[in-house]
Structures are given as structure tokens and as C-alpha cells.
């Protein structure tokens, strides 16, 4: 149970919540959350080093654009969706999440 303080980091969070917004749209960005979803619960389990996991991410993270790429995608597409932007957190991605909607929902 020692695991539980293992948290993603921003790059892996946002990989994940923008393969969730998008997931209807392409039935591979499906298969790829339940596949790096998977990865990380490995990780958790010590079954899979961070650092593979980490490398895994950055991989995918860069096929979609980059860190900064994937979170703009997927706060549009939220905002988009609801009108508003409601992820709040102290973290490195809702941070950089929150100043993104500001800029969307200013223009």
C-alpha cells in the first residue's frame, strides 16, 4: 500500500486526460488511455519502472505535439464542450491547464 503516493507527472497527466477527451473521436486514442492507464497501474505495482513508463509518455506525448500541444487540445476541447473550464488543483498541470482556459475564455 506504500504505492499510493506514487503521483503521474504533469506530462503523464495531461497525456491521459487528453486521450480521455478524445477518446470518442478515435477509437485508437481509446486503446491507447486503457494501454497507458494500464502502464501506470504496473508502476504502482512496482512491475514496471517509472522511468520506462516516463519514457513511454514522453514518446506518445510527442506524436501529439508536446506537453504544452496536449494541454491546449485538451482544455479547448473541454471548454468547447462545457463553456467552461472547471479542473482546479495546485499541481504543475492544472496550473498550466488553468492559464490556457484563461487565454481561450479571454479571447
Request: glycine share 4%; aromatic share 10%.
Amino acid at each position: 500500500m506504500e504505492n499510493h503516493s506514487v503521483k503521474p507527472t504533469p506530462e503523464a497527466k495531461a497525456l491521459s486526460l487528453f486521450l480521455m477527451a478524445y477518446k470518442t473521436k478515435k477509437p485508437t486514442y481509446k486503446e491507447e488511455s486503457k494501454r497507458i492507464n494500464k502502464m501506470w497501474a504496473q508502476v504502482k505495482d512496482g512491475e514496471l519502472s517509472k522511468s520506462d513508463y516516463l519514457l513511454e509518455v514522453d514518446t506518445m506525448l510527442t506524436t501529439f505535439g508536446g506537453y504544452a500541444a496536449v494541454v491546449e487540445k485538451t482544455v479547448k476541447h473541454y471548454i468547447d464542450k462545457t463553456g467552461i473550464w472547471k479542473l482546479e488543483g495546485d499541481d504543475q498541470y492544472c496550473q498550466d491547464a488553468k492559464a490556457i482556459a484563461e487565454k481561450i475564455l479571454n479571447k
